[in-house]
């Protein structure tokens, strides 16, 4: 009988926040707000079910601008929603590290790790 073997992987370090943000999947238009976000995606409340593995865009304001990313919904539940971020440059990669910097300078540091 052979071994099995296990891949581990960390997963990135995810920060609580209060962030209001836009989706737009499958035609439709959603005020939702980000409760956690890490470099490779967030979490959302969603005030409606949709449909998991759809694509689209997640937008939010900071500092008068406009930050938008490509987005999947990796897992959908009735009032949350998980998005998996799609960056499509290396701006929007430099985009999301001075959002998260933001988001530790104002949250303390406080990282939810799970």
Do not use: W
């Not at 920060?15 to 490779?40: G, H, M, N, W």
């Not at 971020?85 to 104002?106: C, G, N, P, Q």
């Amino acid at each position: 009988m052979g071994s099995i073997m296990h891949r581990f992987e960390f997963r990135d370090p995810r920060f609580s926040c209060e962030i209001p943000v836009q989706l737009e999947f499958d035609d439709s238009k959603l005020t939702a707000r980000c409760t956690e976000i890490s470099y490779k995606g967030m979490k959302v409340e969603i005030g409606q079910p949709l449909r998991a593995n759809s694509f689209g865009k997640v937008s939010m304001s900071r500092e008068g601008q406009t930050i938008e990313f490509q987005a999947r919904f990796a897992y959908v539940r009735e009032t949350q929603a998980g998005l998996d971020l799609i960056y499509t440059s290396d701006t929007d990669r430099k985009t999301m590290v001075d959002l998260l910097e933001s988001v530790v300078a104002v949250r303390g540091g406080r990282v939810r790790s799970i």
